[in-house]
């Protein structure tokens, strides 16, 4: 360490944070002339882009810095956050705004001929996440860090983000998404942290001098993790939490045999190999597939970020037996379920610690939240595959599995059904590991995402274990967004006149100060600011749409939008056949009814895993609706269909704002949560929704008269899908005459759409039909409604009085509390 005398030097030099407008400006240039070797003659926006947040990150890190050793020092329990995905999008606009530096940027860069929104759009996304879970994620550790909990996230560091998507001839089409061409300057990489992973080899056991059995794994292929650290600054705090992001490199011994066999080009080959493991993120959303190399990132990512843990655990030279005193570990969703396993063969295997000391250890340590009860999504690996990868982890499963069907045995032994259907291994032919019962088994919480979610979880899909441990393992923590990022940054004019009734931007840090502009809701003035202001983003989403898709949009129409992954749960298709069903509405209306009619802009956006042939087929239909809708006299004003291509945060930043109606309309019982529903209500936008998800609680707080429910409940779903499954159901008569439109040609070759219309002609597994009419009368409820425009902006305003319950402040409040038991820690 640096002797005393010497530390003077250092801490009179010591970077600083920004005091103002011109140090800024002084890092800004010395950034350009030097990390970039520009100059002020060849200063582009994209490296103005990049000296700013050069300068930006410089003062992140010395909060980051700052924060850490704070953390060190006070040597309390942390909380680590596993996510395969975490969808971050932008980082300059949120760094600044948090930092509280926006206003000397904003002008710092000014003075240098710069306009900072051109800066912003310089930045690419970081788009390593595919939907809810992964944007779940980001939201979270921005809430860790500004309610000031030591909290790091653990992730992988892909090199291709979810894919871009195009439209061409109405289809989807994927390119990959390289984000790293510019380099990133909102990442540190630490080469000096590099942990070898091992994957294959096999497993021998040996009994020691004291006479212990030693399992050991060896003989497999090494590669090497290295770290890169993301700044998460907290906003309105000096707290800086870390996000350490993972990359595979090839270790130095790689494949040195062949190398010295003379084989040097497959030598070479081979260790780029150790590199594709971190290099894609998996695009499925809501949906497993068995691929060897996906559980080989499980494993990396998993394995590194433990070895971490431990190794910072073990610095404090504390018994094993506080390690849950110091660390809790949240499982998002089972991606990172190997975690429990590896945890448990450190501890064995490595430190001696004895099994049942071990396992308490363990369980103590860990919470598992579950995002979906979708049958397709849940993981299942074939044993043979897993075995061969990670032969000592299977071992360990199966020790695992035997202690806990012992006990189960015991609790219950007249149950035989019930051992096979709660054990780890499903015993089909391979044999599978089940790892959400495995995540269940290896923690101490158990948590789903909203109120209806956790309730069918213990009903359905983990009854039995709800019989075996008790209910008091499994509970609920509703879902939310961060409101910096959803409200300030999004919509900053809304914040604004939020904070004139407000009286300051406390809501940002406290989102149930919201309710003080309930008052205001009947308010002439203040409606007609409300109302200009949800003009305004209506007319910058017009101009996004006049961007890429090349036509006008009416912003004095309503603004009814569906943006998320397609998926048939999700119902996108219910959403364009109800665009049919209007369309076709429109062209039997005479001129006095169109009089009458509510003008709309249909949005659609979001993307489909690119093996997903019914999603794709939903997008082709939805845009040839759009070119045959749009292009027709007849309508006019009165529709107009969008289908907005690559839909990601950032676009999401521009669309949510400007709805005056947004859709969630998942069979019921599908929808984990949703949180894009609780985006939009939080922007003044009302939800057109089934009783599903967050929607429910997003009722109980805005009031029923503020959303549009319809629908069936999930209640019911079960008997509706036995009654397709086992009779004639008739199709709803308006969704027949869609279907006849389809069938006709009117929207091109109808043979496009086959598998399409006979997925609810045939066993409606998503309940289409059931729902359309419900679906439809609620859309005449919207078109209505939407007519009286001091109601809706009250409604409007009511609703965003009300969604202070949505912020994920609350949802990190109620894990730190119920789940990991960590407190803050006050930045001095
Ligand atoms: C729910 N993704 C939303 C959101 O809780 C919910 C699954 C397997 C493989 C890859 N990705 C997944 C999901 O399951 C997922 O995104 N689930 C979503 O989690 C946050 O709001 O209702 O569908």
Redo the contacts with the bound molecule.
């Keep these: 360490s640096i002797p005393s005398e010497s530390r003077q030097v250092w801490q009179k030099f010591g970077v600083k944070e920004f005091g103002g407008k011109e140090e800024f400006q002084q890092e800004f240039i010395r950034h350009v002339e030097t990390t970039l070797a520009r100059s002020m003659y060849n200063c582009d926006d994209l490296a103005a882009y990049q000296a700013a947040s050069q300068a930006i990150r410089d003062r992140l890190i010395v909060a980051w810095n700052k924060t850490q050793q704070e953390h060190t020092t006070k040597d309390r329990k942390r909380v680590y956050y596993l996510s395969?995905?975490f969808l971050m999008g932008r980082a300059m606009d949120n760094a600044m705004l948090n930092a509280g530096i926006k206003d000397i940027t904003k002008s710092g860069v000014a003075d240098l001929g710069f306009k900072i929104e051109d800066l912003l759009e310089q930045e690419p996304d970081a788009a390593l996440?595919?939907?809810?879970?992964?944007?779940?994620a980001a939201c979270f550790i921005d809430s860790i860090a500004s309610t000031n909990y030591p909290g790091w996230g653990y992730g992988l560091r892909y090199q291709y983000g979810i894919f871009k998507q195009r439209i061409v001839d109405g289809y989807q089409v994927e390119s990959p998404d390289y984000w790293l061409t510019f380099s990133n300057p909102w990442e540190i990489p630490r080469y000096e942290i590099q942990i070898d992973i091992m994957f294959y080899g096999y497993t021998r056991k040996y009994t020691n001098d004291d006479g212990k059995v030693v399992h050991v794994w060896e003989g497999g292929e090494q590669v090497q993790a290295v770290a890169y650290d993301v700044p998460v600054p907290g906003y309105g705090t000096e707290t800086t939490n870390n996000l350490r992001l993972w990359a595979s490199k090839p270790t130095r011994e790689f494949d040195f045999e062949k190398f010295n066999a003379g084989d040097y080009e497959s030598s070479v080959r081979e260790s780029q190999k150790a590199e594709t493991i971190s290099a894609v993120l998996?695009p499925?959303?809501?949906?497993?597939?068995g691929k060897e190399l996906r559980l080989k990132q499980q494993y990396f990512w998993v394995a590194a970020s433990l070895n971490d843990i431990v190794r910072r655990f073990k610095k404090t030279h504390r018994p094993w037996k506080e390690f849950p005193d110091q660390v809790a570990i949240q499982l998002n969703?089972?991606?990172p379920t190997l975690a429990v396993v590896e945890l448990q063969r450190i501890l064995i295997d490595m430190e001696g610690v004895e099994w049942d000391a071990a396992w308490n250890i363990v369980t103590n340590t860990f919470g598992y939240?579950n995002?979906?009860v979708?049958p397709e999504?849940l993981?299942k690996w074939p044993v043979p595959l897993f075995t061969n990868l990670l032969p000592r982890h299977m071992e360990i499963i199966y020790e695992i599995n035997l202690f806990f069907l012992q006990k189960v045995e015991k609790m219950f032994p007249k149950e035989r059904d019930l051992l096979a259907r709660v054990s780890i291994i499903e015993e089909s032919t391979p044999q599978q590991v089940r790892m959400a019962y495995l995540a269940i088994i290896g923690s101490h919480k158990v948590n789903g995402?909203?109120e209806l979610?956790s309730e069918l979880i213990k009903t359905t899909i983990f009854k039995d274990f709800v019989t075996i441990y008790g209910p008091d393992k499994f509970m609920n923590v509703t879902?939310g967004i961060t409101p910096r990022r959803w409200l300030h940054q999004a919509n900053p004019k809304l914040s604004d006149l939020i904070a004139t009734k407000v009286g300051s931007y406390d809501f940002l840090k406290d989102l149930n100060l919201l309710k003080k502009i309930e008052p205001f809701a009947h308010d002439p003035k203040f409606q007609d600011e409300w109302v200009t202001i949800k003009k305004f983003n209506k007319a910058r989403l017009a101009a996004h749409i006049k961007q890429s898709n090349g036509f006008d949009v009416n912003v004095n129409a309503l603004f009814d939008v569906q943006v998320k992954?397609i998926h048939e749960y999700k119902r996108q298709q219910m959403n364009v056949f109800g665009v049919i069903h209007r369309y076709l509405s429109i062209k039997a209306m005479t001129e006095e009814e169109k009089k009458e009619a509510t003008p709309r802009v249909c949005v659609f956006g979001g993307k489909s895993a690119p093996g997903y042939y019914m999603a794709k087929t939903i997008i082709k239909l939805i845009n040839a609706v759009s070119e045959v809708v749009n292009a027709d006299a007849d309508v006019g004003d009165l529709l107009k269909v969008v289908f907005i291509a690559d839909y990601n945060v950032s676009k999401a930043e521009i669309i949510v704002p400007a709805s005056d109606i947004s859709q969630h309309i998942?069979t019921a019982g599908?929808?984990?949560?949703?949180?894009s529903n609780m985006k939009f209500v939080l922007n003044g936008g009302l939800i057109l929704g089934t009783v599903d998800?967050?929607n429910i609680e997003i009722t109980r707080e805005v009031g029923e008269n503020n959303i549009f429910l319809f629908g069936h409940l999930a209640e019911s779903v079960e008997d509706l899908r036995h009654k397709h499954r086992f009779s004639d159901v008739p199709l709803d008569p308006n969704l027949a005459k869609v279907f006849n439109a389809i069938e006709s040609g009117t929207f091109g070759d109808p043979n496009i759409y086959g598998s399409l219309i006979s997925s609810v002609t045939g066993s409606d597994y998503y309940l289409v039909s059931d729902d359309f009419q419900s679906y439809l009368d609620a859309q005449k409820l919207v078109d209505q409604d939407f007519k009286n425009k001091d109601t809706w902006v009250s409604r409007s305003i009511t609703a965003v009085a009300n969604m202070g319950f949505f912020s994920s402040d609350r949802a990190i409040d109620e894990y730190a509390e119920s789940i990991w038991n960590v407190e803050p820690i006050a930045m001095e």
Excluded: K, Q
């Design positions: 395969l995905e996440g595919n939907g809810g879970l992964g944007r779940l998996y499925n959303d809501n949906f497993y597939s969703d089972t991606h939240t995002h979906t979708l999504a993981e995402v909203a979610h879902n992954r998942s599908t929808e984990a949560s949703g949180t998800g967050a």
